[in-house]
């Protein structure tokens, strides 16, 4: 055995004596828990580098600490080369144990800590409950605060904005008032300018020493006028009131009972003077009705006379009194209110079609609901009595206030639309007040009949005594109707609709203009009517049909005017005058209080 074996067999006998008591015993404890460490632990029982080893080297121990080498032929370097070995090894043993103490430590604190987690943490579960419901009772009250806060915040804020929105809607509705009356003055001046030519063209063609009688009546004229003027000058520099309404429609009552005046005291004189000629039936040899208006209003009439047979177990079942009570008060209101504001004419028109649609729709100052649905007559029965309303309201409104026409055709049309028998309905009771609308011209009685069923055919009304009218009554009724049927064929259609066939537009005014140039001329109604639908319908239906239309203008004025017989004169004056103006003016102005496309 070598020198070299020997030392190695020694040291690792004696491999204790270079240990530390302390770095034996944690040893099983180390393994476990570092084996990171077996490296360096290998690392010790390896053998030495053999590039280190030392030959023929014998080495004793005498103690721990001390040592001593011997053999013959080891010199000072080979004693310092195994000094320098063994120093390094103790160094590295050394920060092995100190590896292995310092993982050991971490273990007993960790293993103290796991230890001491569960009292430490329900302490402080102990200690964070009250603070933490605290915590919550406080943001509870805070979230109430400024719930309260925004509450208090939006309820002024929603005052406000119901105190604008209040403001608001009274500055609009003193607007629309203003407007409205701006309207109805405008409406008066022209009812006034009517009656006017009504008072100048029944005195006009004759001498001076019979207009002499109406002197009164030429001086109350005067006065009229200077007076509606000087209001109307009024009006220019401040606001139109209430008051200047009713004044101005004063200003027309007081010139329309003028006219009756002064007609009546005209046909006196006449009379007496032996003047007066009766009013005659067309001789009969004249052809009235062509076959093509006289099958279109045959048709209407027959139509109407099947409705009314229709609707009869309706109108007179007992026990639906209260219905039809109810259908015809829901009529009433949205009829009897008139204005020319977008709003009035769709609410109308909403109203109206909600009843006529089926809809359920409230009963004013009742609290009940109406509707026609479950009743098979219910809705023609709607639609005739509206179709009645209308034709009254004409006579009623229009015929003082002659630009309110177009509001109220501007609903019919629209109702028309989208139900057509009503529509046909209300042609019916328009040609029933006034056949020359169609135009129809109602039988010519017989020399043994009574003149009275042939006037009530041509619309007259009677008394209660079996009295006739008064033509300028009758006229003016007339006059109203065919503004509301002239209305009708130029009102323009409504949102939605436009680009939809019209459902009576303006061929129909055409239609009927031309068929009452190639019939016989009656006295005064004809150049009536013509003198209205032109009024209301001319400015649409020249821009419509252009040359043709001014065609028609010159046929009337140079050959129809002419053969019209002069009646009571002022129609037929009117109508001239009417047509002189177009031709000399080269146009036919706007009618006041027209809805515009797209209106509404």
Request: one cysteine or more.
């Amino acid at each position: 055995m070598s020198h070299f074996e020997d030392v190695r067999n020694l040291k690792t006998k004696n491999s204790a004596a270079f240990d530390p008591p302390s770095t034996v015993k944690p040893k099983s404890r180390v393994k476990s828990h570092f084996r990171n460490e077996n490296c360096a632990a290998a690392s010790l029982r390896s053998p030495p580098d053999q590039t280190r080893s030392v030959p023929n080297l014998k080495v004793t121990i005498s103690s721990a600490d001390s040592r001593q080498v011997d053999g013959p032929d080891v010199d000072a370097a080979t004693v310092r080369l195994v000094k320098g070995s063994q120093k390094q090894e103790v160094k590295r043993l050394a920060t092995v144990r100190r590896k292995l103490e310092q993982g050991q430590a971490k273990v007993r604190e960790a293993e103290v800590v796991a230890k001491q987690v569960p009292p430490v943490r329900k302490l402080l579960e102990d200690e964070d409950e009250p603070m933490l419901w605290e915590a919550i009772r406080e943001q509870d009250r805070v979230a109430a605060e400024f719930e309260a806060t925004s509450l208090a915040e939006a309820e002024v804020v929603n005052r406000r904005l119901e105190e604008l929105s209040e403001r608001l809607r009274r500055k609009k509705l003193d607007i629309e008032l203003k407007e409205e009356r701006k309207r109805a003055i405008l409406a008066h001046k022209a009812s006034f300018q009517t009656l006017l030519n009504v008072y100048m063209d029944t005195l006009a063609g004759y001498d001076g020493e019979f207009v002499a009688s109406f002197v009164n009546q030429e001086k109350s004229v005067l006065d009229l006028i200077e007076s509606f003027n000087q209001l109307l000058g009024a009006n220019d520099v401040r606001e139109t009131t209430l008051a200047d309404v009713d004044r101005t429609a004063e200003f027309c009552k007081q010139l329309e009972r003028i006219n009756t005046e002064v007609i009546d005291l005209r046909n006196q004189m006449m009379k007496e003077h032996g003047l007066v000629q009766e009013v005659q039936p067309p001789p009969s040899g004249i052809s009235f009705n062509s076959d093509e208006v006289l099958k279109f209003y045959s048709e209407i009439k027959r139509f109407y006379e099947q409705t009314q047979q229709k609707i009869q177990p309706l109108a007179d079942d007992p026990s639906l009194f209260v219905y039809r009570k109810n259908l015809g008060t829901v009529v009433n209101v949205a009829v009897s209110t008139m204005s020319g504001s977008c709003a009035w004419i769709e609410a109308q028109f909403n109203l109206l079609d909600a009843l006529l649609g089926g809809a359920r729709v409230a009963v004013a100052n009742s609290g009940t609901f109406v509707t026609t649905e479950g009743y098979p007559e219910a809705r023609a029965y709607c639609a005739s009595m509206l179709a009645e309303k209308y034709v009254h309201q004409a006579d009623l409104l229009i015929s003082n206030n002659p630009p309110c026409a177009f509001p109220i055709a501007s609903v019919i049309v629209a109702l028309w639309q989208k139900y057509p028998d009503f529509g046909r309905l209300l042609l019916a009771v328009l040609f029933r007040e006034c056949p020359f609308l169609a135009p129809f011209y109602p039988a010519q009685p017989e020399p043994d009949q009574d003149q009275a069923d042939y006037r009530r055919s041509l619309g007259y009304r009677f008394g209660p005594e079996g009295t006739p009218e008064r033509q300028i009554v009758y006229l003016k009724r007339m006059a109203a109707l065919a503004r509301l049927y002239g209305a009708i064929v130029a009102s323009n259609l409504r949102k939605g609709t436009i680009g939809l066939a019209h459902p009576h537009g303006l061929e129909f005014g055409w239609r009927w203009i031309c068929a009452v140039l190639n019939m016989a001329p009656l006295a005064d109604i004809c150049a009536t009517l013509l003198t209205e639908v032109l009024l209301m319908a001319g400015h649409r239906m020249w821009h419509c049909y252009e040359d043709q239309f001014v065609k028609v203008l010159r046929v009337l004025y140079e050959k129809y005017v002419p053969m019209l017989p002069k009646g009571e004169g002022w129609p037929k004056a009117r109508l001239d005058r009417l047509l002189l103006k177009i031709k000399v003016e080269g146009r036919i102005e706007t009618p006041i209080g027209m809805v515009g496309e797209g209106f509404w």
